[in-house]
């Protein structure tokens, strides 16, 4: 970090409701989208407290405002549930830190947005599974959250990203990316666009159901990776979800196949030796049992039934978001590399294929934990 750019964290630090003297500055964690820092503030006698300061991904995120909206009234109802429920709603959910004018975002010279959360001390997450129970954990969690909120009315909130899982939608903008092929790069992937169309009857499964009314809508939070759970460093339990952005109305599948997309794989997002990637049944049974079982009975039975579609959908909706960023010069998400989302599409693709030859496995785990 150059020292103007450690002076205008300091600055835009200044605007927020943070006690003590700032002792320490850098950069956090290796989000695609937003640029985190945590900050250390020395309060005398009593220690340390740590802050995460974080600009929102404006190009992403184009209405912030109604972002923060939405994460304020998720993180109230939260605080309460955790209260009553006897739980610690400081380390069990994200908690915003007010700007000096009592707002939850600060809005730079730049027309940056800034908001900072207080950090969750003694928690680690993770951006591989290392044991079977740290993704039941996950899995508890991520569960949890469907039945903290469960009756909190969904379509209170706002859509962060409009049509994020509507995976038709995301066919036709690939489709797109393809016919205009902006970075001159669809020769070179013709297999990777042939996996997409051949597989275009799936992509209308869910957006189908959703119009006949056939799933109920819920409060989803749309980027369950792992490492959006805060893992206490002690207990080893799931702790806190973290990352709300893309916290809005959806399904309760949709959350369930990006924890499994994301964490049953066996090798890397980006991993370039596909021989490596497969999905692992150990592992889709452990976040499995720890999703059905955190959810408490909350879910539909076909809500359930359709947990390995979700799976599937997720995966293969992801791989063809990569793909379409790739094609159109690499505009949406962080790379660090030349290739970078075509990488993270063949994984996502080769996923979708193991998926494929271990469907019945995957429909029988279900249906042991929700008989």
Known sequence: ??????????RIASNFQ????????????????NDTYLLTYGIGKMGYIRVILQRMNKNVFPHPVELMENIVNI??????????????????????????????????????????????????SYDM??????????????????????DFPAEKLHETIADFHNTKQRLANFKKAVEEDAAGRADEV?????????????????????????????????D?????????????KGICVIDLDTTMPGLAVYDFGDSIRFGASTAKEDEQDLSKVSCSMELFEAYTRGFIEGCDGKLT???LELLPIGAKMM?????????????????????????????????????????????????????????
């Open 1 to 10: 970090m150059t020292q103007e750019e450690k002076e205008r964290i300091e």
């Open 18 to 33: 943070f006690e003590g003297k700032l002792m320490g500055l850098i950069p956090w964690g290796n989000g695609h989208i």
């Open 75 to 124: 993180t109230t109802f939260l605080h309460k549930k955790i209260e009553e429920n006897g739980g610690n709603p400081y380390r069990e959910t994200l908690n915003v830190i007010p700007t000096k004018d009592n707002m939850p975002y600060y809005k730079d010279s730049d027309e940056d947005y800034w908001r900072a959360f207080v950090f969750i001390t003694d928690a680690s």
């Open 129 to 150: 599974v290392e044991k079977p129970e740290d993704f039941y954990q996950s899995g508890l969690a991520f569960g949890k959250f469907q039945c903290l909120l469960a």
């Open 190 to 222: 013709s297999k990777e666009i042939q996996f997409v169309l051949d597989r275009e009857s799936d992509a209308g499964f869910f957006v189908d159901l959703i119009d006949k009314k056939e799933l109920p809508i819920r409060v989803t939070h749309n």
């Open 224 to 236: 369950t990776k792992l490492n959006n759970i805060m893992i206490d460093n002690y207990s080893g």
């Open 301 to 303: 039975r076909k809500e």
């Open 315 to 371: 995966t293969y909706e992801c791989g063809m978001r990569f793909l379409t960023d790739y094609l159109q010069n690499d505009v949406y998400f962080k790379t660090s590399r030349e290739g970078h989302n075509l990488d993270r599409a063949r994984t996502q693709f080769k996923l979708v294929e193991d998926m494929e030859s271990k469907w019945e496995q995957m429909r029988c785990i279900v249906k042991k934990y929700i008989q």
